[in-house]
């Protein structure tokens, strides 16, 4: 990856602080520093007790990323100028390259997720059967088939050889699939609810989240996981990953992703 991984992770991580640093002043300065006032009512506890917790995994996420993930990607770099990069192409192990394929039809469907939040935000309405049908594609593509090869099968092994600042990253972007399944209970509830706005920005959100969370995996932690798993490591890994296949394809693979080219059609102008 050349230079890019100082140059475009480094620069899209200090953007994001850019846009983070002055919302957190803002925060404090409106919550006097996350103390509810004299006589609040349990709800406004709770609402700020959930703010100052946002917070500390705000500066956990910007730790992993600067004193872990960075650090240890460009020290690979510097050894080895091919050991990281973006795309399958990049990867000697096979069950990161199947991830990373998998990124693709997942970056797609945020793609629908980002013009129906947009749609959503401009009209105040919603079309349940479409944010329907895309939950069911992210539930069943996204979280239970790819996060499930991730957490089943890749980061056990991994995690079992790795040293423990490697353990903290696995944990952290563990932790952001919770995040996704949040935003996706919390969609849900919109959904019920026919809210367009909290809809919107509920899928804003979690569209943010996946494209970070892929981008991180894509450009620095599957580069540094492929030089760590021997060639016995991947052919067990790809083992597992094929029951998840199986299992993806019982629950609906052929129908799920045929909803999401009709969805990129309505929503993107692509062709179905």
Not at 71 to 81: F, G, H, L, V
Not at 220 to 244: H, Y
Not at 248 to 253: I, L, Q, T
Request: aromatic letters at 6%.
């Amino acid at each position: 990856m050349s230079s890019s991984v100082r140059e475009s992770n480094s620069n899209a991580a200090e953007e994001q602080r850019k846009r983070i640093n002055p919302t957190k002043g803002k925060l404090r300065v409106l919550t006097s520093d996350y103390g509810p006032p004299q006589g609040a009512c349990s709800s406004f506890k709770t609402l700020y007790s959930a703010l100052e917790e946002f917070e500390k995994d705000l500066h956990q996420h910007i730790h992993l990323e600067n004193n872990i993930l960075f650090p240890r990607a460009i020290q690979m770099e510097a050894e080895s100028p091919s050991a990281l990069g973006s795309g399958e192409g990049f990867m000697k192990s096979k069950c990161l390259a199947l991830l990373v394929t998998e990124h693709k039809t997942i970056l797609r469907s945020v793609d629908v997720l980002q013009a129906m939040a947009k749609h959503a935000a401009d009209s105040q309405r919603l079309n349940k059967e479409d944010v329907s049908g895309l939950l069911e594609l992210v539930r069943l593509f996204a979280d239970d088939l790819h996060q499930g090869k991730e957490e089943g099968a890749l980061f056990p092994l991994f995690t079992a050889k790795c040293d423990p600042l490697e353990v903290d990253a696995i944990r952290h972007m563990i932790f952001e699939h919770e995040q996704d399944r949040s935003l996706m209970a919390g969609i849900e509830d919109a959904l019920q609810r026919s809210n367009a706005a909290d809809f919107a920005q509920y899928a804003l959100r979690l569209a943010e989240i996946l494209r970070d969370h892929i981008r991180k995996e894509d450009d620095i932690l599957f580069g540094i996981i492929d030089q760590q798993l021997s060639v016995e490591d991947d052919a067990g890994i790809v083992t597992e990953f094929e029951a998840f296949d199986r299992e993806f394809e019982k629950r609906g693979r052929d129908r799920v992703l045929h909803r999401l080219r009709m969805l990129e059609w309505k929503y993107l102008s692509k062709p179905a």
